[in-house]
């Protein structure tokens, strides 16, 4: 599997986010408190589904948002992920279906950020 993209909206200290990955070895570097481990975390929740911290769900929203959103483009066969989204009303809510596209690569994130 390889990540392509990574988005974020109201995650820990991010209001709005938009990473893009080479292939290969990709280095987060920073000052402390920057939020290099907010990344991998939301990087793992979008795979696990659940924070390595052991928080719950909105404890990672952003202070004084409603919701967050995690949203990942990666390239495994041809498979694209969907969007998580996280809420202050319910712990974790899923958006729809892993699509299948047709072709050697996922297409770019469809949706306004």
């Known amino acids: 599997m390889r990540l392509n ?15 893009d ?7 987060i570097v920073g000052n402390n408190a920057q939020g290099k481990t907010n990344v991998l ?7 696990i589904g659940k924070s390595f911290r052991g928080q719950h769900a909105p404890e990672v929203i952003r202070f004084d ?3 967050a959103v995690i949203s990942l483009d990666f390239t495994a066969n041809t ?9 202050t009303y319910s712990s974790v809510q899923l958006a729809p279906p892993v ?3 047709p072709g050697p690569h996922a297409p770019a994130m469809a949706g306004s950020w």
């Not at 974020?8 to 938009?18: A, D, T, W």
């Not at 498979?79 to 809420?87: D, E, H, N, Q, T």
């Open 41 to 47: 975390e939301a990087i793992y929740y979008a795979a």
């Open 65 to 67: 948002a409603e919701s």
């Open 5 to 19: 993209e990574l988005n974020l909206r109201n995650f820990r200290n991010y209001e709005e986010l938009s990473l």
């Open 99 to 101: 699509t299948k596209f």
């Open 79 to 87: 498979m694209r992920c969907a969007p998580l989204s996280i809420s």
């Open 21 to 27: 990955f080479e292939q290969g070895v990709n280095l």
